[in-house]
């Protein structure tokens, strides 16, 4: 029987920042998977005053707010997408941290501009927006979802000239373009790097829900914002 004088090529090894990356981001997902409901408000002086740090997420009505969050929590139904666009006009709290502890909180913000939706709520909702992104003091990051194909809508816009003063302080802020997957390899490159210009020293990422796009930076980078000072473990 004739022997090969070449050992075999030892299995390719992943290096150690690939470990180090899959572990973070178990613990990133493992976390975000603990989302819970905590309280809903009508209004602002509903909310709880809290100390843990609070993510807030909006976006026009449509971007796709409530599939990001469930997907990022791994939860079908966490967040709830109304039939209607713009019919949801509360602010919905959900509680994170393991063994029932609460390190940080999810903030579903309405979302805003759909057409069907009379002026006067529109103008309600957006005047108690403006004043939860400006005075919630709890508030450590903002997640802005947006429709790279419709780009930014002039109530974004608004959004942003809001929340600038609190992200020149160090407010963490992070624009999502969702439903990347309806978009080709170049138009995403695109849409990207035009939003990178227009987001004012924030993070920009690419998501899609059906193609898994995006999710474990995200999930990172939450997780990071959340639990500031905090080495994620190798």
Same mark, same amino acid.
């Given at each position: ?91 919905? =709290? *959900? %509680?994170?941290? #393991?063994?029932?502890?609460? $390190?940080?909180?999810?903030?579903? @913000? ?95 990422? =690419? *998501? %899609?829900?059906? #193609?898994?796009?995006?999710? $474990?930076?995200?999930?990172?980078? @939450? ?12």
């Amino acid at each position: 029987m004739t022997t090969n004088s070449n050992p075999p090529s030892p299995a390719p090894q992943s290096s150690a920042k690939d470990s180090t990356s899959q572990t973070a981001v178990s613990l990133a997902l493992g976390w975000l998977h603990t989302a819970r409901f905590l309280t809903t408000a009508p209004q602002l002086h509903f909310l709880p005053p809290l100390e843990v740090p609070e993510i807030a997420f909006v976006g026009r009505s449509n971007a796709g707010k409530s599939t990001c969050i469930n997907t990022l929590t791994q939860q079908k139904q966490l967040a709830f997408a109304s039939k209607k666009p713009g019919r949801t006009q509360h602010i919905n =709290l *959900f %509680s994170l941290g #393991k063994q029932g502890l609460t $390190d940080a909180v999810l903030a579903d @913000l309405p979302g805003y501009g759909y057409a069907a939706v009379p002026k006067q709520d529109k103008l309600r909702w957006q005047q108690v927006m403006a004043n939860y992104l400006v005075t919630r003091e709890n508030l450590k990051a903002i997640v802005l979802l947006c429709d790279p194909r419709l780009g930014l809508t002039e109530l974004d816009e608004i959004l942003l000239d809001i929340v600038r003063p609190r992200v020149q302080e160090g407010l963490k802020f992070l624009v999502v373009l969702t439903k990347a997957d309806k978009l080709t390899r170049v138009e995403q490159n695109k849409a990207l790097s035009i939003m990178q210009l227009q987001a004012g020293g924030g993070e920009v990422r =690419l *998501f %899609s829900a059906t #193609k898994r796009q995006g999710i $474990d930076e995200i999930a990172l980078l @939450l997780w990071q914002w959340a639990h500031p000072g905090q080495v994620l473990p190798t």
